[in-house]
C-alpha cells in the first residue's frame, strides 16, 4: 500500500464522516448531490498526488538499491516521503565525500643592509621571496599533508607526510615532518627566526616515523629519523639546516631517536603554562673514515601564553662528536641549506628570549597585530670564538589574506652578517637589517 493510498482511505473516510455528523437524516437530495460532487473533485486530485509521489518514491527505491542489499520492501517501508529520502541520501552521499584542501602563499621581499654598501647605495632591495603550495585533507582515516616551496634560489618541499589518528586521538606520522624538540611549533615570532634555526633546533623537518598523544595537560612525542629528509647528505637545497657532506666535512646524521615531553598549567584557562623536556641522540657517518661519530642534544623550555601575552624562554645543550680524519678539526660540524652551506660549533649552548603581544582590534580593518622582541644566542664551548647574537624587534600585521613582517634585526658574529660566524668568528660589531615581507595568504 502506498502512502497516496493511504492518504485517499483516510480523506475519503474523514469525509464520509463528516456527511454522516453534519447532514441529518432528513437531510435533502440536493445537499447529498453537492457533497457527492465536491467527494468525487477530492478522489481525482488525490489521483494526481499519488501518480506523482509514486514517480518521487520509485526514483528513491532505484537510488537505495544501488547502495543498499535490504529487500525493496524495507527501504519502502523507510521512506516518510519519496523527496525525504532523496534529500538524505544526497546529504549522506556529500558527508562521505574527504575533503582535500589546498593552499599556499605568494610572498615579496624588502630589505636594507647598513653593513652593505651596494644596499646603502640603492636605499634597499626587493624582490620576490617565495611560492607554496599546501595539500592537506583525509581519505579513509589517512591524513595527508605536504608543503613545496619555490625561491629565486632552490624549490623544496618542507614537509610530506601521511598519518593515522587512532580513537585515543593519539596520531603515528610517517614521512618528512617537524623534528618534535624544544618550542613547538617554533622558537620565534618573526621572519628571520633565530639562532636555533639556523643551528638545526627548530623548525627542522626530516624522514622518518613519529608518534604523538596528548593526554589531559600531557604532550608526548617519539619518534625516529633514519637520515635527513632527502636521502642525500650532499644537497644543500634544503628548508633547514641539517648536517651535510661538503669539503673536507664529510659527515652524515643518521639514525636519530627523538623525545618530547610537555606539561601545560593552567590548561584551558586564559592563562596556560607549557613547560617541556626534549632531547634527541644520532651517529654520525663520515664517509672518509668509514666510520661513526656520535650527536646528542637536549632542551628545557616554557612557552606561557597568559591573555594576550606570549613569553617563550629556552635553553639547549648540545654535542656533536665527529670521527674525522687526520688534519680535519673536530672543533665544528658542517651545516647545509638555503643552497649554501656553513659551520657550526660542535659543542655549545643555545638560550632564547621571546616576549610578544597580541593586539586586540575592535572595529579596525585589520585583523592580527603582533609586535615583538626575540633575542637567541649560542655560546661556543670550543673554537675560542665570540658568541654568536641575534634580536629582532617587529611587528606582525594581517588583513584578510595579507600578512606582514616588519623587522628591524641586530646581530653580532652572526652568520649572514657581515663575517659573522657560527662556528668561530671574532666580529663584535652589531649589524642591523630592515627587512619587510609581504605575502597573500590562502
Same mark, same amino acid.
Given at each position: 500500500?502506498?502512502?497516496?493510498?493511504?492518504?485517499?482511505?483516510?480523506?475519503?473516510?474523514?469525509?464520509?464522516?463528516?456527511?454522516?455528523?453534519?447532514?441529518?437524516?432528513?437531510?435533502?437530495?440536493?445537499?447529498?448531490?453537492?457533497?457527492?460532487?465536491?467527494?468525487?473533485?477530492?478522489?481525482?486530485?488525490?489521483?494526481?498526488?499519488?501518480?506523482?509521489?509514486?514517480?518521487?518514491?520509485?526514483?528513491?527505491?532505484?537510488?537505495?538499491?544501488?547502495?543498499?542489499?535490504?529487500?525493496?520492501?524495507?527501504?519502502?517501508?523507510?521512506?516518510?516521503? &519519496?523527496?525525504?529520502?532523496?534529500?538524505?541520501?544526497? /546529504? %549522506?552521499?556529500?558527508?562521505?565525500?574527504? *575533503?582535500?584542501? +589546498?593552499?599556499? $602563499?605568494?610572498?615579496?621581499?624588502?630589505?636594507?643592509?647598513?653593513?652593505?654598501?651596494?644596499?646603502?647605495?640603492?636605499?634597499?632591495?626587493?624582490?620576490?621571496?617565495?611560492?607554496?603550495?599546501?595539500?592537506?585533507?583525509?581519505?579513509?582515516?589517512?591524513?595527508?599533508?605536504?608543503?613545496?616551496?619555490?625561491?629565486?634560489?632552490?624549490?623544496?618541499?618542507?614537509?610530506?607526510?601521511?598519518?593515522?589518528?587512532?580513537?585515543?586521538?593519539?596520531?603515528?606520522?610517517?614521512?618528512?615532518?617537524?623534528?618534535?624538540?624544544?618550542?613547538?611549533?617554533?622558537?620565534?615570532?618573526?621572519?628571520?627566526?633565530?639562532?636555533?634555526?639556523?643551528? &638545526?633546533?627548530?623548525?627542522?623537518?626530516?624522514?622518518? /616515523? %613519529?608518534?604523538?598523544?596528548?593526554?589531559? *595537560?600531557?604532550? +608526548?612525542?617519539? $619518534?625516529?629519523?633514519?637520515?635527513?629528509?632527502?636521502?642525500?647528505?650532499?644537497?644543500?637545497?634544503?628548508?633547514?639546516?641539517?648536517?651535510?657532506?661538503?669539503?673536507?666535512?664529510?659527515?652524515?646524521?643518521?639514525?636519530?631517536?627523538?623525545?618530547?615531553?610537555?606539561?601545560?598549567?593552567?590548561?584551558?584557562?586564559?592563562?596556560?603554562?607549557?613547560?617541556?623536556?626534549?632531547?634527541?641522540?644520532?651517529?654520525?657517518?663520515?664517509?672518509?673514515?668509514?666510520?661513526?661519530?656520535?650527536?646528542?642534544?637536549?632542551?628545557?623550555?616554557?612557552?606561557?601564553?597568559?591573555?594576550?601575552?606570549?613569553?617563550?624562554?629556552?635553553?639547549?645543550?648540545?654535542?656533536?662528536?665527529?670521527?674525522?680524519?687526520?688534519?680535519?678539526?673536530?672543533?665544528?660540524?658542517?651545516?647545509?641549506? +638555503?643552497?649554501?652551506?656553513?659551520?657550526?660549533?660542535s659543542r655549545g649552548k643555545l638560550a632564547v628570549a621571546n616576549l610578544?603581544?597580541?593586539?586586540?582590534?575592535?572595529?579596525?580593518?585589520?585583523?592580527?597585530?603582533?609586535?615583538?622582541?626575540?633575542?637567541?644566542?649560542?655560546?661556543?664551548?670550543?673554537?675560542?670564538?665570540?658568541?654568536?647574537?641575534?634580536?629582532?624587534?617587529?611587528?606582525?600585521?594581517?588583513?584578510?589574506?595579507?600578512?606582514?613582517?616588519?623587522?628591524?634585526?641586530?646581530?653580532?658574529?652572526?652568520?649572514?652578517?657581515?663575517?659573522?660566524?657560527?662556528?668561530?668568528?671574532?666580529?663584535?660589531?652589531?649589524?642591523?637589517?630592515?627587512?619587510?615581507?609581504?605575502?597573500?595568504?590562502?
Amino acid at each position: 500500500m502506498t502512502i497516496a493510498t493511504v492518504i485517499r482511505c483516510g480523506v475519503g473516510l474523514g469525509l464520509l464522516m463528516a456527511v454522516f455528523i453534519v447532514t441529518p437524516a432528513r437531510a435533502e437530495a440536493d445537499e447529498i448531490a453537492r457533497l457527492q460532487q465536491q467527494l468525487e473533485a477530492l478522489r481525482q486530485r488525490l489521483e494526481i498526488l499519488e501518480r506523482r509521489l509514486d514517480g518521487q518514491g520509485q526514483r528513491v527505491v532505484q537510488r537505495l538499491d544501488q547502495a543498499d542489499p535490504r529487500p525493496r520492501a524495507e527501504l519502502i517501508d523507510q521512506a516518510v516521503t &519519496g523527496a525525504e529520502r532523496l534529500e538524505e541520501a544526497q /546529504v %549522506a552521499a556529500v558527508a562521505e565525500t574527504p *575533503p582535500i584542501r +589546498f593552499g599556499g $602563499a605568494l610572498r615579496f621581499n624588502h630589505f636594507f643592509r647598513e653593513d652593505v654598501q651596494d644596499s646603502r647605495t640603492r636605499r634597499g632591495d626587493s624582490g620576490f621571496d617565495l611560492f607554496r603550495l599546501n595539500v592537506d585533507g583525509e581519505i579513509r582515516d589517512i591524513i595527508l599533508s605536504a608543503e613545496y616551496r619555490y625561491t629565486p634560489d632552490m624549490d623544496v618541499i618542507r614537509h610530506g607526510w601521511i598519518g593515522y589518528r587512532f580513537a585515543d586521538d593519539s596520531m603515528v606520522k610517517l614521512g618528512i615532518h617537524r623534528v618534535p624538540f624544544g618550542l613547538l611549533p617554533f622558537a620565534s615570532h618573526n621572519f628571520w627566526d633565530g639562532v636555533p634555526f639556523y643551528a &638545526g633546533f627548530a623548525d627542522n623537518h626530516d624522514l622518518g /616515523v %613519529a608518534y604523538e598523544r596528548s593526554s589531559g *595537560p600531557w604532550d +608526548f612525542h617519539l $619518534a625516529f629519523y633514519k637520515n635527513e629528509e632527502l636521502g642525500s647528505a650532499g644537497t644543500l637545497a634544503r628548508y633547514a639546516p641539517d648536517v651535510v657532506s661538503q669539503g673536507e666535512q664529510q659527515n652524515e646524521e643518521i639514525n636519530r631517536f627523538n623525545a618530547r615531553v610537555a606539561y601545560t598549567l593552567g590548561r584551558e584557562t586564559g592563562c596556560e603554562h607549557e613547560i617541556g623536556v626534549s632531547g634527541q641522540r644520532a651517529d654520525l657517518v663520515n664517509a672518509t673514515t668509514d666510520s661513526r661519530g656520535s650527536h646528542w642534544a637536549a632542551a628545557g623550555h616554557i612557552d606561557s601564553r597568559c591573555g594576550r601575552w606570549n613569553l617563550q624562554l629556552q635553553g639547549i645543550r648540545y654535542v656533536y662528536d665527529p670521527n674525522n680524519p687526520e688534519g680535519v678539526s673536530d672543533d665544528a660540524v658542517r651545516l647545509g641549506a +638555503f643552497g649554501t652551506s656553513f659551520d657550526l660549533a660542535s659543542r655549545g649552548k643555545l638560550a632564547v628570549a621571546n616576549l610578544a603581544y597580541n593586539f586586540d582590534l575592535p572595529d579596525s580593518w585589520l585583523d592580527q597585530l603582533i609586535c615583538y622582541n626575540n633575542y637567541s644566542r649560542l655560546f661556543k664551548d670550543v673554537g675560542g670564538g665570540r658568541d654568536s647574537e641575534l634580536n629582532t624587534v617587529g611587528c606582525g600585521v594581517g588583513a584578510g589574506p595579507l600578512f606582514a613582517y616588519v623587522d628591524l634585526i641586530f646581530a653580532r658574529n652572526m652568520l649572514f652578517f657581515g663575517e659573522g660566524s657560527m662556528a668561530g668568528g671574532d666580529d663584535d660589531r652589531w649589524r642591523s637589517r630592515l627587512n619587510i615581507n609581504v605575502g597573500y595568504y590562502w
